[in-house]
């Protein structure tokens, strides 16, 4: 193998000044940024800081996983260097890439140099032995491409690296990590092993979407992020400056933390109910109402059957006491089926009772089919004309009758 360059250092060092003292300074640097940290994330944060291990951050989508990466960067006047994970990814993306096209330029600029290495060769495998002892000239830092990664590991300054959403990652991609996690450093086997200068703080989100190894999770400190208690997210929203009411917002805090507890496809996250509380401040909302709520919906619930669930669940959470009004029985075919279970407005009688009255004995009056002095073709006070059958008759009729089910 070739030797190191000069960017290899021995080893990965400690940060000699950390950002913060106490896990109160944390909650303080953090609400400068706007970022709203309880304790116990506050003190996550703190260990961080301190034992140089990554954090792995789990929960759902929209908790502010991702944006306390950017928070704890900005905090500390590092730079933020992010890994977006995806289905299909691969190492050189994450990684590194060699420049091939900057390879082949310098080929075509050298060619004639290459020339005078190979010219008194005195056969192909003397030539190509010539080539391959400089082969390390075009296998070098110069025509490296550096990824999130190994950016993160070669960089002079201190950083935060996020590797965002790594559950949706393929598991390959866990393995090539595990070097650099475990111990901030990635080998090139073209160069050498690179080691960081300067220990970057790394941050993993995941939403759960699978499970991750357990090799990964044992290399960094977790913690499950979930949804805040509503005292907190009340204060997030206050804190984003949305133009609504305190009052309002308080409202409205309760009926998303309301939404939240229906079976949805996607709960609404932290940053849609401080979308949610702009839009009612543009629209200049002063009363929260099942009227207006269910006209902006939309902005936190995103799916068609989370949308129907969510309208219907409305005028309870904005009024627990609303009485909501059943549907009727139409079914929208405009045949006006009534079904006979009530009077009608108008004082009408009850449908049981009129037909009731259809089965009264007698209520069809004479000659109608049915009634004794019925006949075809005779008048409407004629006796009905009797028929006798004779045994004969019967017999063969249901003799036949046999001779066919035989």
């Given at each position: ?7 290899l ?48 951050l ?34 050189t993306?994450a ?25 008194d ?12 002892e ?44 595990l ?84 079976e ?33 919906v939309s ?11 969510a309208l ?20 929208g075919?405009?045949h ?23 089965d ?42 046999r001779?066919?089910?035989?």
């Amino acid at each position: 193998m070739t030797s190191l360059s000069d960017g290899l250092s021995d080893g990965p060092q400690t940060d000699p000044d950390p950002p913060f003292e106490s896990v109160d300074e944390v909650v303080a640097a953090l609400r400068d940024q706007g970022y709203i940290a309880d304790t116990r994330l506050a003190t996550t944060v703190f260990l961080l800081t301190r034992l140089d291990k990554p954090l792995l951050l789990e929960g759902p989508a929209g908790v502010g996983k991702t944006e306390l990466a950017k928070m704890l960067a900005a905090a500390t006047g590092r730079r933020l260097l992010r890994l977006q994970c995806y289905e299909g990814q691969d190492e050189t993306k994450a990684l590194y890439e060699w420049d091939y096209g900057k390879q082949l330029m310098y080929t075509q600029i050298l060619r004639e140099k290459i020339g005078q290495v190979v010219e008194d060769a005195p056969d192909l495998g003397t030539a190509v032995e010539r080539i391959g002892e400089n082969e390390s000239v075009f296998f070098s830092e110069r025509f490296l491409a550096p990824r999130p990664l190994l950016e993160a590991i070669r960089s002079e300054q201190p950083v935060v690296l996020l590797i965002d959403e790594v559950d949706r990652a393929d598991e390959a991609l866990e393995a090539v990590l595990l070097e650099t996690l475990g111990e901030f450093q990635i080998s090139i086997p073209e160069v050498g092993t690179f080691s960081a200068k300067q220990r970057p703080y790394v941050l993993l989100t995941s939403n759960n979407t699978r499970d991750l190894a357990a090799a990964l999770k044992r290399r960094c400190l977790h913690l499950f992020l979930d949804y805040p208690s509503a005292e907190r997210e009340l204060e997030i929203v206050r804190s984003k400056k949305t133009g609504l009411s305190d009052s309002l917002a308080e409202e409205l805090v309760n009926v998303v933390r309301g939404l939240r507890e229906l079976e949805l496809r996607k709960a609404p996250s932290i940053s849609e109910t401080i979308d949610w509380a702009r839009t009612l401040a543009v629209l200049g909302v002063d009363e929260l109402d099942s009227q207006i709520l269910s006209d902006t919906v939309s902005v936190v619930v995103k799916y068609d059957k989370d949308v129907t669930k969510a309208l219907d669940a409305l005028p309870r959470l904005v009024d627990p006491n609303a009485v909501v009004e059943e549907h009727s029985h139409g079914h929208g075919h405009g045949h006006g089926h009534g079904h006979g279970h009530s009077h009608d407005d108008d004082g009408g009688p009850d449908g049981s009772e009129i037909r009731t009255a259809k089965d009264t004995a007698g209520r069809h009056g004479e000659g109608v089919y049915g009634t004794p002095n019925y006949a075809k073709g005779t008048e409407k006070d004629a006796p009905a004309k009797t028929r006798n059958v004779t045994s004969g008759q019967g017999s063969r009729s249901f003799g036949l009758g046999r001779k066919r089910a035989l």
